[in-house]
C-alpha cells in the first residue's frame, strides 16, 4: 500500500548559497542517494550546496532514478533558481522561506553552511524533524553534529561521516519516526 | 531543449475546498488533462475542488501521464492535504498560502469558488499569471470570466466551456507568455 | 478596565498604492477619524490611500488623538514604507502580506482600489472580519459594498456614503463583535 | 527633525515560552529600559521571556515612557498574545514569523533561549541586524556572546553582563548603524 502513495518521503538538505568544490561533491552525492531511493529532495533551490544537491539527484534522475527535486525559493521568480528543479516555489518571502523547506522535509540534512542554514537547524529542531549533519562538511553542520539545541527534545543532530552515511541515517529515522506514529 | 528541463510549467487550479459532484467532475477533469499535458498541477492541498483536480491528475499519471501534483497546504502538516499529491509544502501559513500557490504557477485556472478562490484570483492578477475561469463552474470563477480586475493589465480573466477548454486556454497563455519573453 | 487595555481595536485600511486628489481626501479623512477614535490604523503602508490614511492618523495624533499608526510593508526594509507609521513591519514577503494586514485588525475599511484591494477584501471575508466599503471611492470598494463575497457569512460587506460613516460602521461591527462574544 | 519622525527605533527581545523568576526579572529589566529610552519593544508576543519583557515595557508606559510595545504572534487571534502588547501583528504563520520578529527591529537582544530564539539569532544576522546576547541568561544568549555566525559580518554578537548594559549596546549599535548610513 505505501508503496503507492503519492508522496514519497521528502529529505532536505540545507546548506550555503555558495559552495568550493569538495563541499559541492559532498552535496551532490547526498542528492544523488536521495534521488536513488525514490526519496524527495527538498531544499531552498538556490546556488552553491543547494545547486549542487540538486544537480546529483537530477543525475540520478537521467539515470532512472525516481526521486524528485523540489526547490523553495526566496524569490518569486519561478525561473529565479537552479535549473534542476522538478517543483519549483518561489515564494517571494526571503529568508522566511526557510521554515517551509524544512516544514516539507520529513528529515534534515546540513551540510556545511552558515547563518541560514543554522536558521534552518534550529526550526527543524522546533518542528521535530529528525535532523542529520556531515562533519566532514565544516560550517554549522560540523558543529552541530552531536549536540542537542534545547531540552524539548531528548535526541541529538546525528553526526554522519559520508553522504552515504548521512542519507541512510536520514532515512533510517523517516522509518523509525513512521513505525512509532503506526504503532500509536 | 526545453523538453529536457526539470521543471514542465505548471498550471494551479483554485476552487472551493467543499465540491458537489458536477463540481467534483469538472475539476477531476481539468486535473486529468493538465497531467495528460505533462504540466505540473499546482493547488491548495485540501479538499473539495482541490481534491478532485488532484485525484484526476493522479489518474493521469497511473496511467503513464508525466505532470506532477503539488500541494501547497494551510496546515503544518505532511499528513494534513488530501493523497493523491507528489510533493507536499505544508505551509502553517493558513490563507497566507494562497499567494505561494499563485506564485507556484504559470497560469491559474478557476472552478467555482468563494472567498478563498477570489483571494487567489486577486493575487494572482497581481503577479501577472494568466488566468482561465470555467464559466460553467458557478462561484467566483463564473463572474469574474471575462473581466478585468484592475486597469494595471490589458488583458481579461478568459472563460472556458469546459475543462478541455480550460486547459487548452492556460497552455496556449503559458507558451505565448513564454515566446514573448525569448522575443525579449 | 477595557479603558486599561494595552491593545486598542485595529482597524485596516485598504486600498491602492495610487491615489488622486479625491482619494487621497477620502482616505485621509478615515485615518483621521480612526485616530481620533483612539483606535489604531492599520495598513500596508506604502503610498497612495495606505500613504493618505496614515497621514490623516498621523495629523490627528499631532493634535492629541492617541491612535497608533502600523504599516506592514510588502518590502524588508523598515524604512521602505510611507513616513506616518508609528510601527513598522517589514515583512518581506510582497503581496503575502495582503493576508497580515486583514488579520492584524478587528475590521477593515475598503476605499477605491485594485486587485491588491481585492484579495484584501477577500482574505478579510475568509477570515470573519467586518468589512466596510466607501462606496464614493470606486474601484473594488464600490462594486463590493452590500455584497457577501460566498454563503460562508450570513452578512454582507457594509456600504458607507462617507469616511465618518465608514469609520463608526467599523467600530459599531467591532463592538458588536466583542459584545458577542462577551455573551458566549 | 530625528525627534518627530513617527516610527521610533525598535529592539525585539528574543527569548524563549517559557521563563522561570530570575529569566523573567531579567527580561522584565530590559523591557522596561527600551521603553523609558523611547524606543519601540518588538517580540514574538506570547509568554515567558517575551510576557516579561512586555510587562517590563507597559509598565515604564503606565509611569510615563513612550516606547511602544509590538506582539507578532505564531497564532492567527488578535487575542491570542499576552495582554501587555500595543500593537498585536497575528500572523496565523507559526515559527515562520521568528523572520518578521527580527525583520521589524533595529537591533535585537537575546536572553536565555532554545531553537526558537536561535533561530532568530541567525535570521537576524542573516538580516545584518546588530544583536546582543544576555552572558547572565544562559541558554543560546550565552553561548552566542562574543561569537560570530558566518564569515559574511565582520562584527560579532555583542555580550552583556546586565539589562541596562544590553540595552544600552543595542542603542548605541542602533545610532552607530544610522550615523553610517547617514555618511554614505
Known amino acids: 500500500v505505501d508503496r503507492d502513495r503519492a508522496r514519497k518521503p521528502a529529505i532536505a538538505v540545507c546548506g550555503a548559497g555558495e559552495a568550493d568544490a569538495d563541499l559541492a561533491r559532498l552535496a551532490f552525492e547526498v542528492g544523488r542517494r536521495v534521488a536513488e531511493a525514490g526519496h524527495t529532495l527538498v531544499c531552498g533551490g538556490m546556488r552553491g550546496v543547494m545547486e549542487a544537491a540538486c544537480a546529483g539527484a537530477h543525475e540520478a534522475r537521467r539515470t532512472g532514478a525516481s526521486g524528485l527535486v523540489v526547490g523553495i525559493l526566496p ?6 533558481g537552479n535549473p534542476f528543479c522538478d517543483v519549483v ?81 536520514a532515512i533510517r529515522a523517516i522509518e523509525s519516526a513512521r513505525a512509532s506514529r503506526c504503532a500509536d
Open 75 to 80: 524569490v518569486a521568480d519561478l525561473e529565479g
Open 89 to 169: 516555489i518561489p515564494t517571494g518571502m526571503g529568508a522566511a522561506r526557510n521554515a517551509l523547506v524544512v516544514r516539507s522535509a520529513d528529515a534534515v540534512i546540513l551540510i556545511g553552511g552558515g547563518s541560514g542554514t543554522l536558521s534552518e537547524a534550529a526550526l527543524a529542531w522546533q518542528f521535530g524533524k529528525p535532523l542529520v549533519a556531515l562533519t566532514s562538511s565544516g560550517g554549522w553542520a560540523a558543529r552541530l553534529a552531536g549536540t542537542a539545541l534545547d531540552e524539548k527534545r531528548r535526541d541529538a543532530i546525528l553526526g554522519a561521516g559520508s553522504p552515504e552515511e548521512a542519507v541512510t541515517l
